[in-house]
Protein backbone atom coordinates (compact mmCIF):
# COMPACT_ATOMS: atom_id res chain seq x y z
CA UNK A 1 0.00 0.00 0.00
CA UNK A 2 3.29 2.25 0.33
CA UNK A 3 2.96 5.30 -2.09
CA UNK A 4 5.35 4.45 -5.48
CA UNK A 5 8.13 5.54 -4.92
CA UNK A 6 10.31 7.52 -7.63
CA UNK A 7 12.73 5.05 -8.07
CA UNK A 8 12.07 1.73 -7.16
CA UNK A 9 14.62 -0.19 -5.16
CA UNK A 10 14.66 -2.97 -7.13
CA UNK A 11 14.74 -2.45 -11.44
CA UNK A 12 16.38 -3.12 -14.34
CA UNK A 13 19.94 -1.48 -15.38
CA UNK A 14 19.42 0.46 -18.86
CA UNK A 15 21.84 -1.72 -20.26
CA UNK A 16 21.60 -3.45 -23.93
CA UNK A 17 21.25 -6.83 -21.41
CA UNK A 18 19.08 -5.33 -18.57
CA UNK A 19 19.96 -6.65 -15.21
CA UNK A 20 18.21 -6.75 -12.51
CA UNK A 21 19.38 -4.23 -9.22
CA UNK A 22 18.61 -3.82 -5.93
CA UNK A 23 19.27 -0.16 -5.36
CA UNK A 24 22.97 0.01 -6.89
CA UNK A 25 24.16 -3.34 -6.65
CA UNK A 26 23.14 -6.09 -9.45
CA UNK A 27 21.25 -8.83 -7.83
CA UNK A 28 23.32 -11.52 -9.86
CA UNK A 29 26.60 -10.06 -8.38
CA UNK A 30 24.77 -10.89 -4.63
CA UNK A 31 23.21 -14.62 -5.87
CA UNK A 32 27.66 -15.12 -7.16
CA UNK A 33 29.05 -14.15 -3.56
CA UNK A 34 26.98 -15.89 -1.49
CA UNK A 35 25.09 -17.95 -3.09
CA UNK A 36 20.89 -19.31 -3.62
CA UNK A 37 18.27 -18.80 -1.93
CA UNK A 38 18.93 -15.74 -0.82
CA UNK A 39 16.74 -12.90 0.75
CA UNK A 40 18.10 -9.44 -0.58
CA UNK A 41 16.24 -6.39 1.51
CA UNK A 42 17.34 -2.41 0.23
CA UNK A 43 17.59 -0.60 3.35
CA UNK A 44 16.18 2.67 1.42
CA UNK A 45 13.28 0.95 0.89
CA UNK A 46 12.73 0.25 4.32
CA UNK A 47 13.04 3.56 5.52
CA UNK A 48 10.86 5.47 2.89
CA UNK A 49 7.99 3.11 3.46
CA UNK A 50 8.08 3.64 7.25
CA UNK A 51 8.45 7.41 6.60
CA UNK A 52 5.26 7.26 3.68
CA UNK A 53 3.01 5.84 7.19
CA UNK A 54 4.69 8.48 9.06
CA UNK A 55 4.57 11.54 6.65
CA UNK A 56 0.76 10.61 5.13
CA UNK A 57 -0.51 10.42 9.21
CA UNK A 58 1.45 13.26 10.03
CA UNK A 59 -0.06 15.27 7.39
CA UNK A 60 -3.01 14.80 8.71
CA UNK A 61 -2.40 16.47 11.58
CA UNK A 62 -3.36 14.07 13.78
CA UNK A 63 -1.24 12.33 17.25
CA UNK A 64 -0.32 8.96 16.51
CA UNK A 65 2.47 6.37 15.93
CA UNK A 66 3.72 3.67 13.40
CA UNK A 67 4.14 0.22 15.79
CA UNK A 68 5.96 -2.07 13.56
CA UNK A 69 4.32 -5.69 12.99
CA UNK A 70 7.41 -8.08 13.74
CA UNK A 71 6.53 -10.88 12.89
CA UNK A 72 6.37 -9.77 9.15
CA UNK A 73 10.20 -9.52 9.52
CA UNK A 74 12.04 -9.41 12.70
CA UNK A 75 15.85 -9.61 11.50
CA UNK A 76 17.56 -7.55 14.19
CA UNK A 77 19.25 -5.43 11.99
CA UNK A 78 16.30 -4.71 9.94
CA UNK A 79 14.55 -3.79 13.74
CA UNK A 80 17.89 -2.21 14.23
CA UNK A 81 17.20 0.33 11.18
CA UNK A 82 13.07 0.34 12.23
CA UNK A 83 13.68 1.29 15.70
CA UNK A 84 16.31 4.21 14.86
CA UNK A 85 14.07 5.78 12.30
CA UNK A 86 11.37 6.28 15.37
CA UNK A 87 9.13 3.25 14.82
CA UNK A 88 7.16 1.58 17.40
CA UNK A 89 6.97 -2.38 17.91
CA UNK A 90 4.19 -4.66 17.71
CA UNK A 91 5.24 -8.20 19.36
CA UNK A 92 3.84 -11.21 19.57
CA UNK A 93 5.98 -14.05 21.43
CA UNK A 94 9.06 -13.62 24.14
CA UNK A 95 11.33 -13.84 21.03
CA UNK A 96 9.80 -11.09 19.48
CA UNK A 97 9.66 -8.82 23.02
CA UNK A 98 13.38 -9.75 23.27
CA UNK A 99 14.72 -8.90 20.10
CA UNK A 100 12.89 -5.66 19.70
CA UNK A 101 14.23 -4.26 22.94
CA UNK A 102 17.86 -5.86 21.82
CA UNK A 103 17.50 -3.85 18.76
CA UNK A 104 16.50 -0.53 20.51
CA UNK A 105 12.32 -0.12 20.56
CA UNK A 106 11.47 2.14 22.80
CA UNK A 107 9.78 -0.16 25.54
CA UNK A 108 6.92 2.91 25.69
CA UNK A 109 6.25 2.04 22.33
CA UNK A 110 6.21 -1.63 21.98
CA UNK A 111 2.27 -3.75 22.10
CA UNK A 112 1.97 -6.96 23.13
CA UNK A 113 -0.48 -9.11 20.70
CA UNK A 114 -1.71 -12.41 20.59
CA UNK A 115 -4.14 -14.88 21.71
CA UNK A 116 -2.07 -17.36 23.46
CA UNK A 117 0.22 -15.02 25.80
CA UNK A 118 1.94 -17.64 28.74
CA UNK A 119 2.43 -16.71 31.87
CA UNK A 120 6.56 -16.13 31.76
CA UNK A 121 5.98 -14.07 28.57
CA UNK A 122 3.41 -11.89 30.60
CA UNK A 123 5.90 -11.35 33.24
CA UNK A 124 8.52 -11.08 31.04
CA UNK A 125 6.78 -7.90 29.41
CA UNK A 126 5.25 -6.55 32.43
CA UNK A 127 9.00 -6.20 33.73
CA UNK A 128 10.17 -4.44 30.34
CA UNK A 129 7.47 -2.23 31.37
CA UNK A 130 5.85 -2.26 27.52
CA UNK A 131 3.41 0.24 26.46
CA UNK A 132 0.37 -1.98 26.46
CA UNK A 133 -0.87 -5.39 26.12
CA UNK A 134 -3.61 -6.47 23.64
CA UNK A 135 -5.64 -8.45 25.29
CA UNK A 136 -7.75 -10.86 23.26
CA UNK A 137 -10.08 -12.73 26.15
CA UNK A 138 -11.32 -12.53 29.66
CA UNK A 139 -9.80 -14.99 31.29
CA UNK A 140 -6.05 -13.81 29.56
CA UNK A 141 -7.34 -10.58 31.32
CA UNK A 142 -7.72 -12.19 34.46
CA UNK A 143 -4.14 -14.10 34.42
CA UNK A 144 -2.53 -10.28 33.71
CA UNK A 145 -4.25 -8.74 36.43
CA UNK A 146 -2.71 -11.46 39.14
CA UNK A 147 0.65 -11.42 37.86
CA UNK A 148 0.68 -7.94 37.80
CA UNK A 149 -0.35 -8.16 41.39
CA UNK A 150 2.29 -10.47 42.16
CA UNK A 151 4.69 -8.56 40.93
CA UNK A 152 3.72 -5.26 42.54
CA UNK A 153 3.09 -3.76 39.17
CA UNK A 154 0.44 -2.15 37.14
CA UNK A 155 -0.58 -3.81 33.25
CA UNK A 156 -1.62 -1.32 30.74
CA UNK A 157 -4.17 -3.25 28.77
CA UNK A 158 -5.95 -2.46 25.62
CA UNK A 159 -8.52 -4.93 24.55
CA UNK A 160 -8.98 -6.28 21.04
CA UNK A 161 -12.39 -5.91 19.97
CA UNK A 162 -13.78 -8.43 17.37
CA UNK A 163 -15.86 -6.07 15.13
CA UNK A 164 -16.92 -9.41 12.79
CA UNK A 165 -16.04 -7.48 9.77
CA UNK A 166 -15.04 -9.76 6.35
CA UNK A 167 -11.49 -8.54 5.37
CA UNK A 168 -12.28 -10.19 1.97
CA UNK A 169 -8.73 -11.19 1.98
CA UNK A 170 -7.60 -15.32 2.11
CA UNK A 171 -9.68 -16.95 4.92
CA UNK A 172 -6.13 -18.07 6.41
CA UNK A 173 -5.23 -14.16 6.99
CA UNK A 174 -8.68 -12.83 7.96
CA UNK A 175 -9.26 -12.27 11.28
CA UNK A 176 -12.03 -9.73 12.45
CA UNK A 177 -15.09 -12.07 11.60
CA UNK A 178 -17.04 -14.05 14.71
CA UNK A 179 -15.86 -17.33 13.52
CA UNK A 180 -12.20 -16.27 13.82
CA UNK A 181 -10.23 -16.94 17.14
CA UNK A 182 -9.05 -13.45 17.25
CA UNK A 183 -10.23 -11.00 19.96
CA UNK A 184 -13.15 -10.41 22.38
CA UNK A 185 -16.87 -10.22 20.17
CA UNK A 186 -18.41 -6.69 20.74
CA UNK A 187 -21.14 -8.03 22.85
CA UNK A 188 -18.65 -9.34 25.75
CA UNK A 189 -15.98 -6.45 25.22
CA UNK A 190 -17.69 -4.05 27.35
CA UNK A 191 -17.65 -6.79 30.59
CA UNK A 192 -13.89 -7.49 29.79
CA UNK A 193 -13.28 -3.26 29.77
CA UNK A 194 -15.38 -3.19 32.90
CA UNK A 195 -13.16 -5.87 35.13
CA UNK A 196 -10.11 -4.08 33.55
CA UNK A 197 -11.20 -0.70 35.12
CA UNK A 198 -12.18 -2.03 38.01
CA UNK A 199 -8.76 -3.98 39.11
CA UNK A 200 -6.35 -1.42 40.25
CA UNK A 201 -3.23 -4.01 38.91
CA UNK A 202 -4.91 -3.33 35.69
CA UNK A 203 -4.85 0.24 33.52
CA UNK A 204 -7.17 0.36 30.59
CA UNK A 205 -5.50 2.33 28.14
CA UNK A 206 -7.06 1.35 24.70
CA UNK A 207 -8.51 -0.78 22.49
CA UNK A 208 -7.11 -2.36 20.00
CA UNK A 209 -8.98 -3.78 16.36
CA UNK A 210 -6.94 -5.83 13.42
CA UNK A 211 -9.27 -7.58 11.40
CA UNK A 212 -7.10 -8.78 8.67
CA UNK A 213 -3.78 -9.02 5.87
CA UNK A 214 -3.36 -7.94 2.84
CA UNK A 215 -7.01 -6.04 2.23
CA UNK A 216 -7.27 -4.49 -0.98
CA UNK A 217 -10.61 -2.45 -0.57
CA UNK A 218 -11.48 0.36 2.06
CA UNK A 219 -14.79 -1.03 2.85
CA UNK A 220 -13.56 -3.68 5.45
CA UNK A 221 -11.53 -1.19 7.01
CA UNK A 222 -14.41 1.96 6.96
CA UNK A 223 -16.78 -0.56 8.76
CA UNK A 224 -14.29 -1.97 11.60
CA UNK A 225 -13.57 1.83 12.14
CA UNK A 226 -17.29 2.76 12.53
CA UNK A 227 -17.95 -0.16 14.41
CA UNK A 228 -14.90 0.46 17.38
CA UNK A 229 -15.67 4.24 16.99
CA UNK A 230 -19.51 3.51 17.92
CA UNK A 231 -17.99 1.02 20.59
CA UNK A 232 -15.99 3.50 22.15
CA UNK A 233 -18.35 6.39 22.55
CA UNK A 234 -21.00 4.00 23.77
CA UNK A 235 -18.00 2.45 26.32
CA UNK A 236 -17.39 6.29 27.58
CA UNK A 237 -21.05 7.62 27.86
CA UNK A 238 -23.10 4.30 28.91
CA UNK A 239 -19.91 3.07 30.97
CA UNK A 240 -17.85 6.30 31.92
CA UNK A 241 -14.45 4.72 30.66
CA UNK A 242 -12.11 6.44 29.20
CA UNK A 243 -9.31 5.62 26.90
CA UNK A 244 -5.81 7.21 25.52
CA UNK A 245 -5.41 5.18 22.26
CA UNK A 246 -6.95 3.29 19.48
CA UNK A 247 -4.96 0.52 17.60
CA UNK A 248 -6.04 -0.03 14.49
CA UNK A 249 -3.69 -2.78 13.61
CA UNK A 250 -2.49 -3.64 10.01
CA UNK A 251 -3.08 -5.08 7.36
CA UNK A 252 -2.76 -2.51 4.95
CA UNK A 253 -2.86 -4.24 1.14
CA UNK A 254 0.47 -3.86 -1.30
CA UNK A 255 0.75 -4.22 -4.79
CA UNK A 256 2.59 -8.19 -5.58
CA UNK A 257 2.17 -7.67 -9.66
CA UNK A 258 3.89 -5.57 -11.77
CA UNK A 259 6.27 -4.46 -9.56
CA UNK A 260 9.36 -4.80 -11.69
CA UNK A 261 8.32 -3.43 -15.29
CA UNK A 262 10.41 -3.80 -18.71
CA UNK A 263 9.50 -4.60 -21.88
CA UNK A 264 11.02 -7.42 -22.14
CA UNK A 265 8.93 -9.24 -19.32
CA UNK A 266 5.88 -10.70 -20.68
CA UNK A 267 2.29 -8.22 -19.48
CA UNK A 268 0.87 -9.86 -16.48
CA UNK A 269 -2.54 -11.45 -16.76
CA UNK A 270 -4.55 -9.22 -15.33
CA UNK A 271 -2.86 -5.89 -17.03
CA UNK A 272 -1.70 -2.44 -15.12
CA UNK A 273 -4.74 -2.04 -13.87
CA UNK A 274 -5.58 -5.07 -12.80
CA UNK A 275 -5.04 -4.80 -9.33
CA UNK A 276 -6.60 -2.52 -7.06
CA UNK A 277 -4.36 -1.73 -4.22
CA UNK A 278 -5.83 1.61 -2.28
CA UNK A 279 -2.50 3.74 -2.03
CA UNK A 280 -1.88 5.25 2.12
CA UNK A 281 -3.56 8.34 1.32
CA UNK A 282 -6.77 6.68 0.13
CA UNK A 283 -6.36 4.43 3.31
CA UNK A 284 -5.71 6.99 5.83
CA UNK A 285 -8.28 9.69 4.15
CA UNK A 286 -10.83 6.89 4.42
CA UNK A 287 -10.66 6.10 7.93
CA UNK A 288 -8.52 8.53 9.97
CA UNK A 289 -11.90 10.83 10.01
CA UNK A 290 -13.94 8.14 11.17
CA UNK A 291 -11.24 7.21 13.80
CA UNK A 292 -10.62 11.37 14.88
CA UNK A 293 -14.13 10.97 15.86
CA UNK A 294 -12.76 9.49 19.05
CA UNK A 295 -10.55 12.04 19.90
CA UNK A 296 -7.83 9.49 20.64
CA UNK A 297 -4.33 8.89 20.00
CA UNK A 298 -4.36 6.27 17.05
CA UNK A 299 -1.89 3.68 16.39
CA UNK A 300 -1.22 1.79 13.33
CA UNK A 301 0.70 -1.75 13.15
CA UNK A 302 1.79 -2.65 9.44
CA UNK A 303 3.83 -5.36 8.74
CA UNK A 304 3.80 -6.09 5.07
CA UNK A 305 2.96 -2.50 4.02
CA UNK A 306 6.83 -1.68 5.75
CA UNK A 307 8.84 -4.79 4.67
CA UNK A 308 7.60 -6.63 1.89
CA UNK A 309 8.63 -4.97 -0.81
CA UNK A 310 12.12 -3.95 0.18
CA UNK A 311 13.36 -8.05 -0.51
CA UNK A 312 13.27 -10.03 -3.33
CA UNK A 313 14.29 -14.04 -2.81
CA UNK A 314 17.14 -15.01 -5.44
CA UNK A 315 17.06 -18.54 -6.48
CA UNK A 316 18.89 -20.58 -9.45
CA UNK A 317 17.31 -22.55 -11.74
CA UNK A 318 18.52 -26.37 -11.41
CA UNK A 319 16.81 -28.02 -14.24
CA UNK A 320 13.79 -27.19 -16.76
CA UNK A 321 11.58 -30.68 -18.00
CA UNK A 322 8.59 -30.56 -20.01
CA UNK A 323 5.51 -33.19 -20.85
CA UNK A 324 2.72 -32.79 -23.01
CA UNK A 325 0.71 -30.77 -20.27
CA UNK A 326 3.06 -28.86 -18.69
CA UNK A 327 6.63 -26.87 -19.08
CA UNK A 328 8.75 -26.89 -15.27
CA UNK A 329 11.15 -24.66 -14.29
CA UNK A 330 12.86 -26.10 -10.99
CA UNK A 331 14.63 -24.39 -8.76
CA UNK A 332 16.97 -24.77 -5.70
CA UNK A 333 13.93 -22.46 -4.04
CA UNK A 334 10.81 -22.90 -2.65
CA UNK A 335 7.91 -22.98 0.52
CA UNK A 336 10.65 -23.77 3.02
CA UNK A 337 11.71 -19.85 1.83
CA UNK A 338 8.39 -18.50 1.14
CA UNK A 339 5.34 -20.35 1.93
CA UNK A 340 2.88 -17.49 0.65
CA UNK A 341 1.97 -19.51 -2.79
CA UNK A 342 1.77 -22.85 -1.33
CA UNK A 343 -0.50 -21.52 2.16
CA UNK A 344 -2.52 -18.72 0.59
CA UNK A 345 -2.05 -19.15 -3.55
CA UNK A 346 -0.57 -15.45 -3.31
CA UNK A 347 0.80 -14.67 -6.23
CA UNK A 348 4.64 -13.40 -6.01
CA UNK A 349 6.21 -11.83 -9.46
CA UNK A 350 8.92 -13.27 -10.90
CA UNK A 351 11.54 -11.86 -12.88
CA UNK A 352 15.01 -12.58 -14.10
CA UNK A 353 18.16 -11.47 -12.88
CA UNK A 354 19.42 -10.95 -16.51
CA UNK A 355 16.73 -10.34 -19.37
CA UNK A 356 17.94 -11.71 -22.74
CA UNK A 357 15.74 -11.34 -25.76
CA UNK A 358 13.57 -14.92 -27.08
CA UNK A 359 10.08 -15.89 -27.14
CA UNK A 360 8.00 -16.61 -23.48
CA UNK A 361 6.79 -20.07 -22.14
CA UNK A 362 4.23 -20.79 -19.98
CA UNK A 363 5.76 -22.31 -16.94
CA UNK A 364 5.41 -23.64 -13.45
CA UNK A 365 8.14 -22.48 -11.12
CA UNK A 366 8.88 -25.21 -8.76
CA UNK A 367 10.98 -26.11 -5.91
CA UNK A 368 13.08 -28.90 -5.05
CA UNK A 369 10.91 -29.94 -1.96
CA UNK A 370 9.15 -33.40 -1.80
CA UNK A 371 5.31 -31.82 -1.84
CA UNK A 372 3.20 -30.90 -4.78
CA UNK A 373 2.38 -27.37 -2.90
CA UNK A 374 6.15 -26.64 -3.69
CA UNK A 375 5.89 -23.81 -5.96
CA UNK A 376 7.01 -20.12 -6.53
CA UNK A 377 4.65 -19.37 -9.47
CA UNK A 378 2.23 -21.71 -11.48
CA UNK A 379 1.33 -20.98 -15.49
CA UNK A 380 3.21 -17.93 -15.46
CA UNK A 381 4.15 -16.57 -18.32
CA UNK A 382 8.29 -15.97 -18.52
CA UNK A 383 11.26 -14.76 -20.85
CA UNK A 384 13.02 -18.64 -21.51
CA UNK A 385 15.03 -19.59 -18.67
CA UNK A 386 17.72 -22.03 -18.50
CA UNK A 387 19.74 -24.20 -16.24
CA UNK A 388 22.16 -21.69 -14.00
CA UNK A 389 20.26 -18.73 -14.43
CA UNK A 390 18.65 -16.70 -11.41
CA UNK A 391 15.82 -15.04 -10.93
CA UNK A 392 14.16 -12.73 -8.31
CA UNK A 393 10.91 -13.55 -6.44
CA UNK A 394 9.67 -9.96 -5.45
CA UNK A 395 7.86 -8.68 -2.45
CA UNK A 396 9.26 -11.26 -0.16
CA UNK A 397 10.20 -9.40 2.67
CA UNK A 398 6.85 -9.68 4.86
CA UNK A 399 6.13 -13.46 6.09
CA UNK A 400 9.23 -14.98 4.27
CA UNK A 401 12.29 -15.44 6.48
CA UNK A 402 9.89 -15.73 9.28
CA UNK A 403 7.82 -18.26 7.74
CA UNK A 404 10.64 -20.53 6.40
CA UNK A 405 11.28 -23.85 7.59
CA UNK A 406 13.67 -26.54 7.94
CA UNK A 407 11.62 -28.81 5.90
CA UNK A 408 13.53 -32.07 3.95
CA UNK A 409 16.43 -30.83 6.34
CA UNK A 410 17.34 -27.51 4.32
CA UNK A 411 18.82 -24.79 6.16
CA UNK A 412 17.32 -21.36 6.40
CA UNK A 413 19.10 -18.85 3.50
CA UNK A 414 21.30 -16.15 4.19
CA UNK A 415 19.93 -12.84 4.18
CA UNK A 416 21.56 -9.37 2.70
CA UNK A 417 21.07 -5.60 3.33
CA UNK A 418 22.07 -3.45 0.23
CA UNK A 419 22.29 0.54 1.11
CA UNK A 420 23.11 1.97 -1.76
CA UNK A 421 26.69 0.59 -3.75
CA UNK A 422 27.38 -1.51 -0.83
CA UNK A 423 25.55 -4.56 0.60
CA UNK A 424 26.63 -7.09 3.95
CA UNK A 425 25.69 -10.09 5.33
CA UNK A 426 23.13 -9.78 7.57
CA UNK A 427 22.09 -13.35 8.91
CA UNK A 428 24.29 -16.12 7.54
CA UNK A 429 22.84 -19.28 5.49
CA UNK A 430 22.33 -21.83 8.17
CA UNK A 431 24.76 -24.75 8.05
CA UNK A 432 23.80 -28.47 7.23
CA UNK A 433 25.36 -29.68 10.06
CA UNK A 434 23.82 -28.06 12.37
CA UNK A 435 20.15 -28.26 10.95
CA UNK A 436 20.64 -32.05 11.00
CA UNK A 437 21.46 -31.85 14.74
CA UNK A 438 24.65 -33.68 14.28
CA UNK A 439 26.83 -33.97 17.61
CA UNK A 440 30.76 -32.35 17.52
CA UNK A 441 31.80 -35.08 17.10
CA UNK A 442 29.86 -36.05 14.12
CA UNK A 443 30.64 -32.97 12.95
CA UNK A 444 34.25 -33.24 12.90
CA UNK A 445 33.79 -36.43 10.96
CA UNK A 446 31.72 -34.99 8.67
CA UNK A 447 33.91 -31.89 8.22
CA UNK A 448 35.57 -33.14 5.04
CA UNK A 449 32.29 -33.44 3.27
CA UNK A 450 30.38 -30.41 4.19
CA UNK A 451 32.95 -28.15 4.08
N1 LIG B 1 -1.33 -6.53 13.94
C1 LIG B 1 -1.77 -7.75 14.27
C2 LIG B 1 -2.50 -7.95 15.50
C3 LIG B 1 -1.52 -8.84 13.40
O1 LIG B 1 -1.98 -10.04 13.71
C4 LIG B 1 -0.82 -8.62 12.20
C5 LIG B 1 -0.55 -9.72 11.27
C6 LIG B 1 -0.36 -7.31 11.91
C7 LIG B 1 -0.64 -6.29 12.81
C8 LIG B 1 0.40 -6.99 10.67
O2 LIG B 1 -0.37 -7.22 9.54
P1 LIG B 1 0.13 -6.75 8.10
O3 LIG B 1 0.21 -5.24 8.10
O4 LIG B 1 1.46 -7.35 7.89
O5 LIG B 1 -0.90 -7.27 7.17
N2 LIG B 1 1.47 -14.81 6.90
C9 LIG B 1 0.43 -14.04 6.25
C10 LIG B 1 0.05 -12.80 7.02
C11 LIG B 1 -0.31 -13.08 8.47
C12 LIG B 1 -0.60 -11.82 9.22
C13 LIG B 1 -0.66 -12.08 10.70
N3 LIG B 1 -0.97 -10.91 11.47
C14 LIG B 1 0.88 -13.71 4.83
O6 LIG B 1 1.97 -14.09 4.44
O7 LIG B 1 0.11 -13.11 4.09
Known sequence: MTDVLDQQAFRYSNDAEPQLL?????????AREFST??????????????HAFDATLKASGKEHYVSYAVKANSNIEILRILAEEGSGAD??????????????????KITFDGTGKTDREIELALKANIHAFNVESLEELTVINNIAERLGVRAKVSIRVNPDVDAKSHPYISTGMKENKFGIDMENAREAFIYASKHP???????HVHIGSQITSLDPFIKAARSTVKFVNSLRVKSGIVLEHLNFG????????????????????????????PSLSEFVGAVLPILDQTGLKIIFEPGRAIIAN??????SVLYTKSNSLKKFVITDTGMTELIRPCLYEAYHQVAPLELHQGSTQRVDIVGPICETSDFLAQSREMPPLKR???IAVLCAGAYGYTLASNYNLRPRAAEVLVDGTEYRLIREREKVE???????????????LVS
Open 91 to 108: VVSAGELLAALAAGFSPD
Open 201 to 207: ALEVVGI
Open 310 to 315: ACALLA
Open 22 to 30: CEDVPLSEL
Open 388 to 390: GDA
Open 250 to 277: GGQGIHYRNVVKHPLLPKDELGEEGEYV
Open 434 to 448: DVAGLSEKEKALMAS
Open 37 to 50: PLYVYSKRQIIENL
